[in-house]
């Protein structure tokens, strides 16, 4: 009775040690969002630029973290130290942009085309008053489509 | 008279050029950070950081928002921004200083230059003084600038939770890494 007892107790641990370290090993390597399987808020790159200026606690609270699906006239197409494409999307503010990471780069993207940029935005970063460079809504982990 | 207006116009616009020249940006400039620890080495970039150099007054500023760091885990990026960061509370980071050394080179000519860097960095919502040494290297008129530096943790009210504390380094290095366009 006793020794029958003793097993089962080692077995209920053995079963929570193989449980708790699955589920640990599965939550450390759980994979980032799914952009592409993640319903988007739609907008305007010229209404989210305009909304982080004019009220920006909505615009947090509203776009932050979340993936949005945006509209816009491409400015100019670069890419940065990593090779990752960015898009600049025109916005109410000549020297202002969209910002957007491409995940994967896009082609055929021409300037003055319009666009649609699904991504997560990440925020908006105030730019340099002293020197007069207004700053840009960032959208990273994007994706084009026409 | 309309000679005089022709050249006044002509000095101004040179005036206005020749300021601009001098001030040099970025948008996605690249700031990572490694961490040594015991199970797994912690790494982030973060490739949306905007810059601003100025040649003339030799002032240098980065700003970034904390949220932007990507981690090649998501577990680690959800940890990094809301039991390290607090990126809710504490949204963006900031560096403003100024560069010695800056004003003996020609931004025509191509070169590698050791400069000096001292300025106050946010982070966290603690502003500390720091000095450090960085490299700006001038090719084909093109500016970039890197530089790597470590930091405290304990010095910028980052607390490790006690659960991992002998798990993770007490200070990080920071790589900078910019690549500046012109201001037209």
Known sequence: ?146 | MIKKIIYLAIFFLFIKSSCFCQEYFTKNGRISFFSKATLENISADNNQVISLLNTKNSTLRFYLLVNAFHFPKAMMEQHFNSDYMESDKYPSSSFKGIVTGINNFDVEKDGSYSVSVNGTLEIHGVTKNITTTGTIIIKNGKLSATCVFKIILKDYNIEIPSIVINNISKQIEITVACQYEKRS
């Open chain 1, 1 to 146: 009775m006793k020794k029958r007892s003793i097993k089962n107790i080692l077995l209920f641990f053995g079963v929570f040690v193989v449980l708790a370290s699955t589920t640990g090993y599965f939550l450390w390597n759980k994979p980032h969002t799914n952009i592409l399987a993640t319903e988007a808020i739609e907008i305007s790159a010229i209404t989210l630029y305009n909304t982080f200026i004019t009220d920006s606690i909505k615009a947090k609270k509203t776009y932050v973290n979340k993936v949005l699906s945006v509209t816009g006239i491409v400015k100019s197409v670069s890419v940065n130290q990593q090779n990752q494409q960015i898009i600049l999307l025109k916005t109410s503010e000549p020297d202002a942009s969209v910002n957007c990471t491409m995940e994967t780069n896009a082609i055929g993207i021409k300037i003055g085309g319009e666009v649609l940029i699904k991504g997560l935005c990440i925020g908006y970063i105030n730019g340099e008053t002293d020197m007069g460079l207004p700053g840009d809504v960032f959208l990273v982990r994007c994706y084009y489509s026409t």
